[in-house]
T-cell receptor
Framework: QKEVEQDPGPLSVPEGAIVSLNCTYS??????FMWYRQYSRKGPELLMY??SSGNKEDGRFTAQVDKSSKYISLFIRDSQPSDSATYLC????????????WGAGTKLIIKP | DTGVSQDPRHKITKRGQNVTFRCDPI?????LYWYRQTLGQGPEFLTY????????KSRLLSDRFSAERPKGSFSTLEIQRTEQGDSAMYLC????????????FGPGTRLLVL
C-alpha cells in the first residue's frame, strides 16, 4: 500500500460545479498536508496546507482533513476552466521535515 | 520574478552523455530539494540541502547522480552516463525550513535521453 493514494482520474465536471478531490494516507504520525496544482509541463504550485483536522478555506478552495479516517479532501467552488490541471496531495511528517510523500495526482477537467 | 528558477527548461541528450541542471532557489530559503517526476506520477524525492550541506539522499539516487550547493545558494544536479530511464522532469523546490515546511517549486527541467 502506498503511503498516500489518489484516484488518478481524469475527473471531468461542468464549469461552475463544486469539485471534490480526495487522498487517503496510511501513516498515523503527527503530520501536515498540502495540496498542489500542476499545469501540464509546469512545476507544482502550492494551493493550501493544513496541520490539523477540520477545514481550512482560501477563496474558492477548502481543504479538509479527517484524521480518524485518514482522509484529506480539496473542494473547489464555482469551478472554472482555468482550474483544469492535475492536483497533487502531499504529506509531511513533523519529525522528518525534509521530505514530502506525494500522491500520484488527480487530473481535473472543467468543461466550459 | 523572485520565485524558484531552473535552467535549462528542456534538455535532449544522447545516451551516455553527461548533463547538468541548475536551480536558483528563493533567496532567503535555507532548504533546497531535488525531485524527479515521470508522467502520471507525483514527484519522487532525490536529495535535499540545508544551506550548503547535503543532508539526505534517496536510494533512488544512483552513483551517476551528484548534486551540489557550494555556497548555500544555487544548486546543480549532474547526471553522468545518462540512460533512457533518466528521461523525466527534474524539479527543484526550496523552503524556509522549520515547522512550516512549505516547499515552492521551480518550473522544472524536462530531460529526454535518446
Amino acid at each position: 500500500q502506498k503511503e498516500v493514494e489518489q484516484d488518478p482520474g481524469p475527473l471531468s465536471v461542468p464549469e461552475g460545479a463544486i469539485v471534490s478531490l480526495n487522498c487517503t494516507y496510511s501513516n498515523s504520525a503527527f503530520q501536515y498536508f498540502m495540496w498542489y496544482r500542476q499545469y501540464s509541463r509546469k512545476g507544482p504550485e502550492l494551493l493550501m496546507y493544513t496541520y490539523s483536522s477540520g477545514n481550512k478555506e482560501d477563496g474558492r478552495f477548502t481543504a479538509q482533513v479527517d484524521k480518524s479516517s485518514k482522509y484529506i479532501s480539496l473542494f473547489i467552488r464555482d469551478s472554472q476552466p482555468s482550474d483544469s490541471a492535475t492536483y497533487l496531495c502531499a504529506r509531511g511528517l513533523m519529525d522528518s521535515n525534509y521530505q514530502l510523500i506525494w500522491g500520484a495526482g488527480t487530473k481535473l477537467i472543467i468543461k466550459p | 520574478d523572485t520565485g524558484v528558477s531552473q535552467d535549462p527548461r528542456h534538455k535532449i541528450t544522447k545516451r551516455g552523455q553527461n548533463v547538468t541542471f541548475r536551480c536558483d532557489p528563493i533567496s532567503e530559503h535555507n532548504r533546497l530539494y531535488w525531485y524527479r517526476q515521470t508522467l502520471g506520477q507525483g514527484p519522487e524525492f532525490l536529495t535535499y540541502f540545508q544551506n550548503e550541506a547535503q543532508l539526505e539522499k534517496s536510494r533512488l539516487l544512483s552513483d551517476r547522480f551528484s548534486a551540489e550547493r557550494p555556497k548555500g545558494s544555487f544548486s546543480t544536479l549532474e547526471i553522468q552516463r545518462t540512460e533512457q530511464g533518466d528521461s523525466a522532469m527534474y524539479l527543484c523546490a526550496s523552503s524556509l525550513g522549520g515547522q512550516q515546511e512549505t516547499q515552492y517549486f521551480g518550473p522544472g527541467t524536462r530531460l529526454l535521453v535518446l
